[in-house]
T-cell receptor, first 112, second 115 residues
């Protein structure tokens, strides 16, 4: 499968725990995005990488959230001290400059 | 700030009929892109159609076409000959290009297709 891959697909965690999600973009794509989608809403932008550089971060990305993309390949999104309000679908997308974004299937996080 | 509004939370269409999904947006920019994405239940979002703002001609992809009204900031999606597989959430999205990088999505329209 050469699409965008996200792991895990589902994550249930207790409030206060840390979680980490992984995204493997399409191999030649240099742009990578993270979005958050809550029930009944459209995705909201969280952050953007061009290669390994994090070029844009949303105000939604509080200091409990951190994202990395070492060596411009896969990316991780970590949430520290999770809260119930963090429950959502976390979507990753990748693209080449000037082309459409391809989305992964997402990681559904449930904080209990 | 740019915003995208989809005023139809849910639409229903009979199989083989035509349906139009509405989208309006707000921007002060003249160059941008507009997209319709489809998100089937528990499946990934896929691009249905894109429109560059500088193009006057409306985009068409097989059974999917758009009505792009730049002055009115309106971007509707028409689905002809609706099929059961068209049932999904549809999101309208705005992209400014390399000045911003991010897609701004509307809240979505759930499309139901009746057999």
């Amino acid at each position: 499968d050469t699409g965008v891959s996200q792991n895990p697909r589902h994550k249930i965690t207790k409030r206060g725990q840390n979680v980490t999600f992984r995204c493997d973009p399409i191999s030649e794509h240099n742009r990578l995005y993270w979005y958050r989608q809550t029930l009944g809403q459209g995705p909201e932008f969280l952050t953007y990488f061009q290669n390994e550089a994090q070029l844009e971060k949303s105000r939604l990305l509080s200091d409990r959230f951190s994202a990395e993309r070492p060596k411009g390949s896969f990316s991780t999104l970590e949430i520290q001290r999770t809260e119930q309000g963090d429950s959502a679908m976390y979507l990753c997308a990748s693209s080449l400059a000037g082309s459409e974004a391809f989305f992964g299937q997402g990681t559904r996080l449930t904080v209990v | 700030a740019q915003t995208v509004t989809q005023s139809q939370p849910e639409m229903s269409v009979q199989e083989a009929e035509t349906v139009t999904l509405s989208c309006t947006y707000d921007t002060s920019e003249s160059d941008y892109y507009l997209f319709w994405y489809k998100q089937p239940p528990s499946r990934q979002m896929i691009l249905v159609i894109r429109q560059e703002a500088y193009k006057q001609q409306n985009a068409t992809e097989n059974r999917f076409s758009v009505n792009f009204q730049k002055a009115a900031k309106s971007f509707s999606l028409k689905i002809s000959d609706s099929q059961l597989g068209d049932a999904a959430m549809y999101f309208c999205a705005y992209y400014e290009g390399d000045s911003s990088y991010k897609l701004i999505f509307g809240s979505g329209t759930r499309l139901l297709v009746r057999p």
